[in-house]
């Protein structure tokens, strides 16, 4: 049951992402500009949960061995991209929909609304590549850890993770990259639970 629990913890958040990448508007326009405003509204609590992904499975008092310090790297990394892709939802999401919503009549927002596109773009590459170095740092832990079941999980979200640095959730790519990292960490959560169990 604790197992369930657990797996259940880490998959929801990559699951809801991909079903709002279903309905993510692919270009921001002034018939868009309303709904691209208010599901980055929506989502700024939504991207940090992310995170517990890497918190979950590597849960506990990290040691002073190598899977002790891979955890730490881990979880300062998934601080790292909660961080810095919460400012790509912030800027390109909900600032640009804004400034595209709100322009008026006959006024050009393509210049600002660019602007704010770039910026976010550069926020969002930091914490994505940070999510795939948190990634990395997770593997190695729990392959220490707990050995070669926790392979599959781990690998499954090092290949999403490289494909999230620059699919966001949009659909298609983005959303089978959030299904792929609901497998992932799914898996590793799953492998790591039953290893605690079995010890």
């Known amino acids: 049951m604790r197992t369930l629990w657990m797996v259940a913890l880490v998959v929801s958040t ?7 990448g279903l309905i993510h508007p692919h270009l921001l326009t002034d018939a ?26 590597l849960w506990g008092r990290p040691t002073r061995d190598v899977a002790g310090v891979a955890t730490v790297i881990s979880w300062i990394c ?4 909660a961080t810095f892709y919460t400012g790509l939802d912030t800027v390109a999401g909900v600032a640009a929909g804004i400034v595209a919503r709100d322009a008026a009549d006959g006024v050009d927002v393509g210049p600002s609304v660019q602007a704010l596109f770039d910026a ?4 969002g590459y930091v914490g994505a590549c940070a999510f795939g170095a948190a990634s990395l740092a997770a593997a190695t832990a729990l392959l220490s850890r707990y ?3 926790t ?3 781990s690998l499954i979200l090092i290949g999403a993770s490289y494909s999230f640095v620059d699919s966001h959730i949009f659909w298609p790519r983005g959303v089978f990259t959030m ?3 609901a497998v992932g960490f799914g898996l590793t959560a799953a492998a790591s639970v039953g290893a605690r169990s079995s010890t």
Do not use: C, E, K, Q
């Not at 990559?14 to 709002?20: C, D, E, I, N, Y």
């Not at 998934?78 to 991209?81: I, P, R």
């Open 120 to 123: 976010g773009d550069a926020l």
């Open 14 to 20: 990559p699951l809801v992402l991909a079903a709002v």
């Open 151 to 153: 392979l599959p999980g």
């Open 147 to 149: 050995g070669v079941r």
């Open 78 to 81: 998934a601080f790292v991209y």
């Open 179 to 181: 299904l792929a990292i």
């Open 32 to 57: 868009t500009a309303d709904r691209w405003a208010a599901l980055h509204v929506v989502l700024l609590p939504v991207f940090p949960l992310l995170a517990l992904g890497f918190v979950v499975p």
